[in-house]
């Protein structure tokens, strides 16, 4: 099996095209989404009503179905009924064959397994994906697998600068009580959540930059063991985590460049600099909490945009292509340059004066 990875749409498609039965995840390069033949694991503009990857539900095509959970609650008798109807040459115990259960309880019937993955970057809602494709993902929300991969989706939407948040109790499921105490799970989850964080600050896989694709299989199934290995308790990379965490308040400093603010009632928006990961850094050396982050991935050069909270008529997403046209792509709160392009020092305090700008004009002031 190939896992293929482009910084181009248009690389990627044509690369996919030579193999049948194909899947992507997060194959989306702003408005442009690489679609596989057998499914397409996206939840970015068009796609924004599906499930983040990490959590998006794959079963056996017969009626253990019913006993998945998808990300707003389970799946229905009646939509159950109605979708089995539709397995029309079908038989329990196919294992030729799966069933996505997608947002809204919509299922999905895709061959298995895929001759290629398609993707557009990795990171964890991606492998989550790749691991859901393999069948290597638990899912249920009785475990703490489960529990990781709904905080991980969580963390994806919303940054990894809110991960205290989403680790609160009552956002804690019901179904998940039930195996373990909610503090007991928080703690665990925060290890290895940072234990990812650590481990892939020191592996990570990025497409070529001539705009060619990559086969990265060995390099991601190596990613999907390591976490396999976080997720059975490995103490050295839980103690990797422990060790990146200490480590951020050197990191505040050493990537911080400055903060822009045109009205003392507009949000401050703070820019970085570095080759590790800063996006969860919203507060600057001096204490300046800021409410925007243009951060420059030196190693990348790459830029991304993102907000700590959402604001009112803000968009990180329209701000980016804005300034990098339609390529450029992402969400209200996070957004990033065009895959493949590079940016500078000079690019990054332009961005981030324009980011001021526009939050002088559209902002809460």
Not at 111 to 118: H, K, L, M, N, V
């Amino acid at each position: 099996m190939k896992i293929l990875i482009a910084n181009n749409a248009k690389a990627l498609a044509q690369a996919m095209g030579e193999y049948p039965n194909t899947a992507t995840v997060e194959a989306e390069y702003g408005d442009d989404v690489v679609q596989g033949t057998m499914c397409t694991l996206a939840h970015h503009g068009k796609y924004s009503h599906n499930p983040a990857p990490c959590i998006t539900q794959i079963f056996p095509a017969d009626s253990s179905v019913k006993r998945g959970y998808y990300i707003k609650g389970a799946v229905s008798e009646e939509q159950l009924e109605k979708f089995q109807k539709s397995w029309s040459g079908m038989t329990t115990g196919d294992d030729t064959f799966r069933v996505l259960v997608m947002d809204g309880g919509e299922c999905r019937i895709c061959e298995f397994p895929p001759d290629a993955i398609g993707i557009s970057h990795v990171d964890l809602d991606t492998l989550g994906g790749i691991l859901g494709l393999l069948e290597r993902r638990r899912d249920g929300l009785t475990d703490g697998d489960g529990v990781f991969w709904n905080v991980a989706a969580e963390v994806d939407l919303l940054g990894a600068h809110h991960l205290e948040e989403i680790l609160l109790p009552e956002r804690i499921t019901p179904e998940a009580r039930i195996r373990k105490t909610v503090d007991g799970m928080m703690a665990t989850t925060r290890r290895q959540i940072h234990a990812w964080w650590g481990w892939n600050e020191g592996h990570r896989i990025y497409p070529p930059r001539d705009g060619t694709v990559a086969d990265v299989a060995e390099q991601v199934l190596e990613a999907c063991e390591v976490i396999d290995r976080i997720l059975a308790g490995d103490e050295a990379l839980l103690e990797l985590g422990d060790k990146w965490l200490a480590g951020q308040e050197a990191l505040n400093v050493e990537s911080y460049v400055d903060w822009f603010q045109f009205n003392p009632k507009d949000p401050k928006v703070v820019a970085r600099a570095s080759k590790r990961f800063c996006g969860n850094l919203f507060t600057a050396p001096d204490g300046e909490t800021c409410g925007a982050m243009v951060y420059l991935n030196v190693e990348t050069g790459a830029i991304s945009v993102s907000l700590a909270d959402p604001i009112p008529n803000v968009s990180c997403e329209r701000i980016v292509k804005n300034l990098w046209g339609p390529e450029a792509g992402g969400r209200d709160v996070v957004a990033g340059s065009p895959r493949g392009q590079t940016f500078g020092i000079p690019d990054l305090i332009e961005t981030a004066v324009y980011v001021a700008t526009y939050l002088a004009q559209y902002g809460p002031s």
